[in-house]
């Protein structure tokens, strides 16, 4: 019921055309301390409408302020953003004026919404929305909002949300309560634009197990990215017992967690081959503990100094890897029994399961 006394409330937004292509500059002085004074029209991309208004600006809340700030830190950018307020907006809106990238937002909407939907996330993901525009570039033709860069906004705002702590209801709050039912000119219908919250909110979720893999030093990528028994394995076992590290079959999976002294991972298993299927029995959709048995990457070993020291590097959560495993090692009876040893791995781009058919 609070939602819907809230979307009547909206539905008497003054829309405020801004076809006009007028690149007016705008000057705005400080006449004290609390005020701005802009003498020409602004324009913007409000979160519901495009903007075009000739007022003037109060310095942003405090806890506004912040909010920016926690907001662009997930970005990784510098905070560049001046934040002013305008309670009779009914909107927030992203424009620049005097080369500075602003934000302006009605202090009154935040409260509302805040208060119709009992959680303070409606307001960051407005802002959220706001910088959005900004960091992908919408405001630097000061024409204002076109239905695209909306989505782009809204985009980055599940996706930082997410980053941020937000669950997903929480990212598409705002959105569910003062989105615009049909599409207008400018901005497109609340379905498409919670579909591109969403899809911000779920990349960003997915990027947990994910992680770039970093540019091999040489143009032999094998080198760098494929690691043999005789490079992880100590070579006098090999020698002695080679039939004990026979191939059993590939494997893929996505690294969960890293030891620190790097002795061992865990790995989800995704897939696997048929080999080792028969060899020893499904394992997918298990998460799989594997020891390194030359951690020390010592004489005995193949490994190149540099080799080791990106193995080091690219065990890490998110990697996927295709790999053999071995149980136990020679000579050890039973005590090494359910104890599984890398026998070969091979670092795979950050999308390879992507492209995997289910
Ligand atoms: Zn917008």
């Known amino acids: 019921m609070k939602n819907?006394?809230?979307?009547?409330?909206l539905t008497s937004f003054i829309f405020l055309s801004?076809?006009?292509?007028s690149k007016e500059g705008i000057n705005s002085e400080t006449t004290n301390t609390s005020e701005v004074v802009v003498q020409s029209k602004v324009k913007g991309c409000g979160y519901t409408s495009l903007i075009e208004i000739e007022k003037n600006f109060l310095p942003a809340e405090d806890r506004v302020n912040q909010i920016v700030e926690n907001i662009v830190s997930y970005s990784g950018l510098p905070n560049n953003f001046k934040v002013y307020r305008a309670d009779?907006?009914?909107?927030?809106?992203?424009t620049i004026i005097d080369n500075e990238r602003v934000i302006v937002y009605d202090s009154k909407?935040?409260?509302d919404v805040e208060w119709y939907s009992d959680t303070f996330w409606t307001s960051v993901s407005i802002l959220a929305h706001e910088i959005g525009h900004h960091l992908s570039g919408h405001t630097e033709d000061n024409l204002g909002s076109v239905p695209l860069k909306e989505l782009e906004a809204d985009k980055f705002s599940g996706y930082v949300l997410y980053k941020m702590g937000a669950t997903k209801e929480q990212a598409l709050k705002a959105m569910k309560l003062i989105g615009s039912v049909n599409d207008t000119q400018t901005h497109p219908s609340q379905t498409k634009r919670l579909q591109a919250i969403e899809e911000g909110w779920d990349n960003s979720n997915n990027q947990r197990y994910k992680s770039a893999l970093p540019p091999a030093p040489n143009y032999l990528t094998s080198d760098f990215y494929v690691f043999k028994k005789e490079m992880v394995i100590n070579n006098d076992l090999l020698e002695l017992n080679p039939s004990w590290f026979e191939d059993n079959g590939d494997l893929y999976g996505v690294i969960t967690e890293t030891d620190n002294d790097f002795r061992g991972f865990s790995v989800r298993i995704i897939n696997s081959s048929e080999q080792f299927k028969k060899y020893f029995r499904n394992i997918e959709d298990e998460d799989w503990g594997l020891s390194i048995e030359s951690p020390h990457f010592g004489s005995n070993t193949e490994m190149c100094h540099a080799c080791a020291s990106n193995l080091k590097y690219l065990l890490q959560p998110g990697r996927?890897?295709?790999f053999k495993m071995v149980e136990s090692l020679p000579d050890h009876g039973t005590s090494l029994n359910g104890v599984w040893f890398l026998t070969y791995l091979e670092v795979l781009p950050a999308n390879y399961f992507d492209k995997l058919p289910k």
Do not use: D, G, H
């Not at 801004?18 to 292509?21: G, M």
């Open 18 to 21: 801004c076809k006009q292509e």
């Open 109 to 111: 909407l935040f409260n």
């Open 88 to 94: 009779y907006i009914n909107n927030a809106f992203a």
């Open 320 to 322: 996927r890897i295709k």
């Open 4 to 9: 819907n006394i809230f979307c009547l409330l």
